[in-house]
């Protein structure tokens, strides 16, 4: 089935550590993107890669980074500068610019 | 800047009782407007694209419709299957980068 793999589902995080979230698509998308969703608020936009070796901030990118090192894998690090790491983290991808970008179910993560 | 706002925040209905979500915005210049269930401790799920202003689309019981200011989500005699939260996002028509932007959603809950 082609689709979208977040692992884990659930991550907790101790003080001053790093954790990384793993995104894996088989669904041949150029383009991939990490979102944050807190309570109340939209999804906000942490980064996104168009193309192998290659990707941007978005609007929340402090206290992130990822690497784009193969098509189907886009991971994401929460470091330890970010100190409000809590939130549902969602990764998605697309093909070309006109069809919509499609979700995998989240990664919840949490401070212990 | 690219604002989405959706209403009402939440709204509660009996099975069979018909009613709209509303989707206001304002971008510059639109690629592509879209619609999303959310269940809870899940990824969006797309359910609709909508282009251009008149533009109708129709999925089982849920009817998108787009003018040049907002979107409306119909849904003709809900059942309780329908119980989810509703986002809507924006593509502007400018940049390369397909990014989306994302209201805080509609959460419906349709009873017996």
């Known amino acids: 089935d082609g689709g979208i793999t977040q692992s884990p589902k659930y991550l907790f995080r101790k003080e001053g550590q790093n954790v990384t979230l793993s995104c894996e698509q088989n669904?041949?998308?150029?383009?991939m993107y990490w979102y944050r969703q807190d309570p109340g608020q939209g999804l906000r936009l942490i980064y996104y890669s168009q193309i192998v070796n290659d990707f941007q901030k978005g609007d929340i990118a402090e206290g992130y980074s990822v690497s784009r090192e193969k098509k189907e894998s886009f991971p994401l690090t929460v470091t330890s500068a970010q100190k409000n790491p809590t939130a549902f983290y969602l990764c998605?991808?697309?093909?070309?610019?006109?069809?919509?970008?499609?979700f995998g179910d989240g990664t919840r993560l949490s401070i212990l | 800047e690219d604002q989405v706002t959706q209403s009402p925040e939440a709204l509660r209905l009996q099975e069979g009782e018909s009613s709209s979500l509303n989707c206001s915005y304002t971008?510059?210049?639109?690629?592509?407007l879209f619609w999303y269930r959310q269940d809870p401790g899940k990824g969006p799920e797309f359910l609709f694209t909508l282009y251009s202003a008149g533009e109708e689309k129709e999925k089982e019981r849920l009817k998108a419709t787009l003018t040049k200011k907002e979107s409306f989500l119909h849904i003709t005699a809900p059942k309780p299957e329908d119980s989810a939260t509703y986002l809507c996002?924006?593509?502007?028509?400018?940049?390369?980068?397909?990014?989306?932007?994302f209201g805080t959603g509609t959460r419906l809950q349709v009873t017996l």
């Open positions: 996002a924006v593509q502007a028509n400018t940049g390369t980068a397909s990014k989306l932007t």
């Open positions: 998605a991808s697309k093909t070309n610019n006109y069809q919509p970008q499609h």
């Open positions: 669904l041949n998308h150029d383009a």
């Open positions: 971008v510059s210049g639109l690629r592509g």
